[in-house]
């Protein structure tokens, strides 16, 4: 990633890519449009919220459950880093504003570590034999909940299984989430914790 501590939405916005597009700024790109849920051509903690009720429902209604209270805490911190570093006045990211402020946010660990805090929360909820692994079904559920609906993503999941012992791990997660934000494989499944269907 070319990212130069620094860096203001609007240096990224003017950097070019030498004729190339990045992979990482497609992949955000395909973030955004999974996110934008309502189709409005921005995001807002509105569409965070649907992505947090499907979850809700699907897991646990009760939500004095504190899985559910750390998740929803911690994508609350990501919505909060994006608008900073989106460095807009409106609560609305359009899809510049969005990539921009998740490759800062990615980056920048000073306040809330994003690559790693959603993941975490994400896998807590999923693991509901809490056996500290996400076997295949406990997988599909997730992403049921998430609406992936690629049959794909599952067999790209499982491929995360070093060990091939039918199950992943944390760290297999925390692995695939680090991939999405900083290298150029477009394939790997680590945008699902983020939101990406």
Aim: charged share 25%.
């Amino acid at each position: 990633m070319e990212h130069v501590t620094g860096d203001t939405f609007h240096d990224l916005h003017s950097r070019k890519d030498s004729g190339m597009t990045n992979p990482i700024t497609l992949k955000l790109c395909r973030l955004f449009d999974a996110v934008d849920t309502d189709h409005d051509g921005n995001i807002s903690w509105a569409d965070y919220r649907r992505l947090l009720d499907r979850l809700t429902t699907g897991y646990k209604p009760d939500t004095s459950d504190r899985r559910l209270q750390a998740l929803h805490a911690a994508y609350q911190m990501y919505w909060c880093e994006l608008l900073r570093h989106a460095d807009s006045p409106s609560s609305l990211l359009l899809k510049e504003e969005f990539v921009a402020a998740n490759q800062l946010a990615s980056v920048d660990t000073s306040r809330f570590n994003l690559v790693e805090g959603i993941p975490q929360a994400v896998f807590d909820v999923a693991d509901t034999n809490d056996d500290s692994t996400l076997d295949k079904e406990e997988l599909a559920r997730l992403l049921k909940f998430l609406e992936v609906t690629s049959p794909d993503t599952v067999d790209q999941f499982m491929g995360l299984d070093i060990t091939r012992d039918g199950s992943i791990t944390r760290q297999d997660c925390l692995r695939s989430a680090r991939e999405f934000f900083y290298t150029p494989d477009i394939s790997t499944p680590g945008g699902i914790f983020f939101g990406m269907a």
